[in-house]
């Protein structure tokens, strides 16, 4: 299936309801940072609870940034999503692989930590972005994206989120987002039913092998609720804007001493972008041309 995102809601409006599926973007974001088994599931977790947050957004140029630093070995986790269903991320130590835990699953809860805090970021497009912290649950992501936004948000909220990897590399991803909306947050027999539900699930990652669509699987939570589909589904993607030109903008900020040395001492400067690994090469040449633009810029030439 197509890396997309869809919309629904339930409940005459008191339940909304995200699902993205991320198989592809994730196997690029392994490919492109080497990432473990482990890794790659934690960070594909993150990517798509990303993405989810950010669906809510109004402003296109809205994006939601989520860091997750756990103490355990991988190190943080650091994504940018938008509502363009764009997103794109990395781990500090894509390197780490574990054991599988005691269910026989991939153990992000031990890579992550299950002590730490994970902060989220959102910028609707004007003025001071918004951001909160809150501390981990269990590391799994899922669990932590619920907890925020129930602490931080006081939305009801049910996230399940899924990534499975094997020999042949990425075969499902994604998560859905339940929400219990204001109106319907003093009903605690809808809140109840909607736990439940969530809870009798086996993850994810299962419901796409089966062969379920992102529609079935809503119909499936969701059907007897008068459930009520969004007509437009929303392609997501790996994206980022890195490019050579800003490479040289930030070369140029390190002055005409530092660029100088470079030339000297390296012929050269490479810069690797952590958000999705591109290297770039600026040779003596280009350096050579930053030395003159700011030596340009200062006489006010």
Known sequence: MVDQLIRATAADGGIRAVGVITTRLTQEARNRHKLSYVATAALGRTMAAGLLLASSMKRPESRVNIRVNGNGPLGGILIDA?????????????????????????????????????????????????????????????????????????????????????????????????????????????????ESRVAALAGFTPLLQANLTLPAIFEQLLGDMGLELLSETQLVRFHCGCSFDRVLGALRMLGEEELQDMIEKDNGAEATCHFCGEVYQASSDHLAQLIVDLQSAKSGG
């Open 82 to 194: 938008g509502l363009d269903g764009t997103v794109r991320g990395y781990v500090d130590h894509p390197e780490v692989e574990l054991p599988p835990n005691a269910k026989g699953k991939l153990d992000v809860g031990g890579a992550v930590g299950a002590e730490g805090y994970l902060y989220v970021v959102r910028d609707v497009g004007y003025g001071y972005p918004y951001s909160s912290t809150v501390e981990l649950v269990t590391g799994e992501i899922g669990d932590d994206i619920a907890h925020y936004l129930v602490a931080s948000e006081q939305t009801p909220s049910a996230v399940v989120l899924g990534v499975f990897v094997g020999a042949e590399g990425v075969t499902s991803a994604g998560g859905i987002l339940l929400q219990v909306m204001p109106k319907a947050s003093h009903d605690e027999a809808l809140v109840e039913t909607l």
